[in-house]
């Protein structure tokens, strides 16, 4: 595993969101949905605190920085978001 900054996220979209992804669901709240069942809630609580993280330390070039971080295997744009908007969408179904 490269080193990261935000080991959790990065566990998540590089292990869930790759091109074998339909393993795990066909959108992003099936995939999401079979993360949250192989999570614990503390696990639970830092992915959402380094989304948060994350924002905060990329705020001015985060589509840049989220292609840097997370690699080219994953492109939220294809899914139909930006780094912004894939990041709400993680938050809100990591709280459901």
Do not use: D, K, L
């Given at each position: 595993m490269i080193e990261?900054?935000?080991p959790e996220l990065w566990q998540l979209i590089r292990g869930?969101?790759?091109e074998d992804f339909d393993m795990w669901g066909s959108n992003v709240e099936e995939i999401?949905?079979?993360y949250r069942q192989e999570i614990s809630v503390?696990?639970?609580n830092l992915?959402?605190?380094e989304i948060e993280q994350f924002r905060k330390d990329n705020f001015n070039n985060m589509d840049l920085v989220f292609k840097r971080e997370f690699g080219t295997q994953f492109d939220p744009e294809l899914w139909g978001y930006n780094a912004d908007s894939f990041l709400d969408e993680l938050k809100r179904l990591l709280q459901e």
């Open positions: 990261s900054r935000y869930y969101f790759n999401v949905r079979c503390v696990t639970q992915i959402m605190r």
